[in-house]
């Protein structure tokens, strides 16, 4: 899908913990709940030792909107209590992109 330019996206790399620990189930609430969020565009995630959820935003006000939801925050403090080893945070504007489809 284009998406209309510029957006942005709000890279989140991360190492894991050892065990779920309830982890998948709230990996996928957190989903479902941004998709809902307004400002929300699109999200990609991998996660082969090192884990990379990469979610696109209409605007920084959005992402600020998305990061104080009160669900999230719940989140992000299981995160650090449970889930991560380590995590980054970037928030990059999306001027152009471009891409390769077989």
């Known amino acids: 899908m284009e998406l209309k330019k510029p957006y942005y996206a709000v890279i989140f790399t991360s190492l894991r913990t050892d065990g779920d620990q309830g982890y998948a189930e709230m990996a996928e ?5 941004a998709k809902k969020q ?16 990469v979610s696109y935003w209409e605007s920084l006000e959005a992402i600020a909107d998305w990061k ?11 995160g650090i209590k ?11 504007r999306v001027e152009r992109e471009y891409e390769f489809n077989k």
């Not at 307004?38 to 959820?53: C, K, P, Q, V």
């Not at 104080?68 to 299981?78: L, P, S």
């Not at 449970?82 to 990059?92: D, E, G, L, Q």
Request: proline share 0%.
């Open 82 to 92: 449970t889930w991560y080893t380590w995590y980054k945070v970037r928030i990059c």
């Open 38 to 53: 307004t400002g929300f565009l699109e999200m990609e995630s991998a996660r082969d030792g090192l884990g990379i959820t």
């Open 29 to 33: 609430e957190m989903e479902s709940l």
């Open 68 to 78: 104080a939801n009160m669900d999230h925050r719940q989140a992000q403090k299981n």
